[in-house]
T-cell receptor, first 113, second 116 residues
Framework: DQQVKQNSPSLSVQEGRISILNCDYT??????FLWYKKYPAEGPTFLIS?????DKNEDGRFTVFLNKSAKHLSLHIVPSQPGDSAVYFC????????????FGKGTRLSVIA | EPEVTQTPSHQVTQMGQEVILRCVPI?????FYWYRQILGQKVEFLVS????????KSEIFDDQFSVERPDGSNFTLKIRSTKLEDSAMYFC??????????????FGSGTQLSVL
């Protein structure tokens, strides 16, 4: 039962280029989406989020796009930096109080200098 | 910056033994969570806890699991009789607000549990 899918386990990008991480979801009740970043030996840390009433949210080098009809979201990092190398988790929650986050398996991003 | 701390960072145990994973959430947070990640799999929700009781739990959180906030600072996850498939990284998290404000969910660095 994979409600949140990250089909690419890994991605390598040259420094300075754009990184695009993809995420698909199946539960139409999800209305809030988040990206977390995780470095080795650390817990996930919140990166950026988007509500289903929007199709884009931007924060510095990070932009999240949401395509509700396709049940797809993506995280764009531009320009990519070596310090962005980490595992990125897509997560989603449904429209109810205290709903636990549902995570994807993560995509390991390697930014090559 | 305040952080969630978890101890131990690694725990090795024999199958059938009891383990207690410990967490100190951020001091002014009211909502507490346990998640786990089996190697190569997704991060899975186990349980949420508020006001000294379980708010929600997943199917994974069966009778072998229990949570407790024994004092004002610690939040523990107990597995009574560990199984091989309990081997995973266990993350504690806390937040000021539940549900839709989950972006403010702060994770600890995890406890790697290995059941032999």
């Amino acid at each position: 039962d994979q409600q949140v899918k990250q089909n690419s386990p890994s991605l390598s990008v040259q420094e300075g280029r754009i990184s695009i991480l993809n995420c698909d979801y199946t539960n139409s009740m999800f209305d809030y989406f988040l990206w977390y970043k995780k470095y080795p030996a650390e817990g996930p840390t919140f990166l950026i989020s988007i509500s289903s009433i929007k199709d884009k949210n931007e924060d510095g080098r990070f932009t999240v796009f949401l395509n509700k009809s396709a049940k797809h979201l993506s995280l764009h990092i531009v320009p990519s930096q070596p310090g962005d190398s980490a595992v990125y988790f897509c997560a989603a929650s449904a429209n109810s109080g205290n709903t636990p986050l549902v995570f994807g398996k993560g995509t390991r991003l390697s930014v090559i200098a | 910056e305040p952080e969630v701390t978890q101890t131990p960072s690694h725990q090795v145990t024999q199958m059938g033994q009891e383990v207690i994973l410990r967490c100190v959430p951020i001091s002014n947070h009211l909502y507490f969570y346990w998640y786990r990640q089996i190697l190569g799999q997704k991060v899975e929700f186990l349980v949420s806890f508020y006001n000294n009781e379980i708010s929600e739990k997943s199917e994974i959180f069966d009778d072998q699991f229990s949570v407790e906030r024994p004092d004002g600072s610690n939040f523990t996850l107990k597995i009574r009789s560990t199984k091989l498939e309990d081997s995973a990284m266990y993350f504690c998290a806390s937040s000021e607000q539940p549900g839709r404000l989950n972006e403010k969910l702060f994770f600890g660095s995890g406890t790697q549990l290995s059941v032999l």
